[in-house]
């Protein structure tokens, strides 16, 4: 595989711009450095070799972003996280939206059914009859309603000794091309539906870093983990769309990869599109990647209500985890000032955060730290409002998800 360079060092935002920009306004906020953004954008596209990047709407969580990285050459379409989500965006005029879970909303499915625009808008998630079912029993009475966009999983998990040892998400069941093609034949057949498109999507690549600083040999065991894993999956997947194509020789995407494996997973033949989206806001756990360096552009800022004494302040708030397995890399980072660090003996939490370190001597009240969240989108069900800021100034401020009023996971 090629050798893809770390991008260019530039500091896109430092603790004064981003205190100067929000002077106005009182924390607990969260920014979006624009400037970081579009080049984090870019980042993506080139990696991409091409192939069109089918936006994570998970890891961005706000319409305004949505719109605005969409409308950059490179990136086509959204890879949505529950039904309810993808019929809003169809509703708000996104034209293509792919759900990349199974769903069991039966409102949901009542209404994509019924209404022509939602249906040609929205692909769903498939790996089991049984999903095709739950679809089939929330069309009106007689049976009728709109032809149904389907998208098949494929397991990209890396399993060795025979599937004892598993490495990956659990995901679909459906491994084997075989199993993979009789389901299309299914769909095919099955009157109301439309197979599409194939998805699979490896998360041991795309979302575990390989160079972790201070941890050289779990670096390198996972380097020669993901070098093994991705040609496996390689030859499967490939073998898997061939099958898949000779039972829907019209099928019109096949999606992998994320941001982790954007360059990876798009040098492959069988891939049509790749998808992508923690690597435009960039959150902590996106610093450990040999391939590719990207610049945090989503910060959120709490402000100092406390100092109990000499190194420490304390923080309004902060408790904010992300999601999987509990631990300290899933913990928000102090990150601007540099050099704060947690009280062991209380972390980050509920309503008050203590941050110990000679840079609290310097902080007084009010004043804002700045803090990167784990993983991207979670951020946003903190905040109702992003503000945009390019170089020492908020030139917007949009509504996230939760500001809209939706709250879908």
Known sequence: MPHYPAAADAVYGDKASYDRATARLDA?????????FDANAADLVRRSQGKPIRVASKSVRCRALLERVLARDGFAGIMSFTLEESLWLARSGFPDVLLAYPSADR???AELTADPKLAAAVTVMADDPAQLDLIDAARPADGAGEEIRVCLELDTSYQVLGGKVRIGARRSPLRDPGR????????VRRPG?????????EGHVAGVGDEVAGKPVFSRTV???????????????WEAVRAVRAV?????????GGTGSVQHTAAEAAVTEVAAGSGLYVPRLFDNFRSFRGRPAALFAQPVVRRPGPGVVTVLGGGYPASGVAGADRLPEPYL???????????PGEVQTP????????????????????KAGELCERFAALHLVDGDRVVATVPTYRGEGRTFL
Do not use: C, I, S, T
């Open 28 to 36: 607990p906020l969260a920014v979006v450095d624009l400037r970081a």
């Open 107 to 109: 409102a949901g499915f």
């Open 180 to 187: 993979l093609a009789e389901l299309a034949r299914l769909v």
């Open 193 to 201: 539906f439309r197979l599409v498109g194939l998805m699979a999507y």
């Open 223 to 237: 380097r020669v983990m993901q070098a093994a894993a991705r040609r496996e999956l390689a030859r499967r997947r």
């Open 248 to 256: 829907a020789p019209r099928l019109e995407f096949v999606n992998g």
């Open 337 to 347: 000032p540099a050099g704060l660090r947690y009280d062991p003996q209380e972390g």
């Open 355 to 374: 941050l110990l370190g000679a840079a609290a001597d310097g902080l007084a009240l009010g004043d804002k730290v700045w803090f990167r969240h784990a």
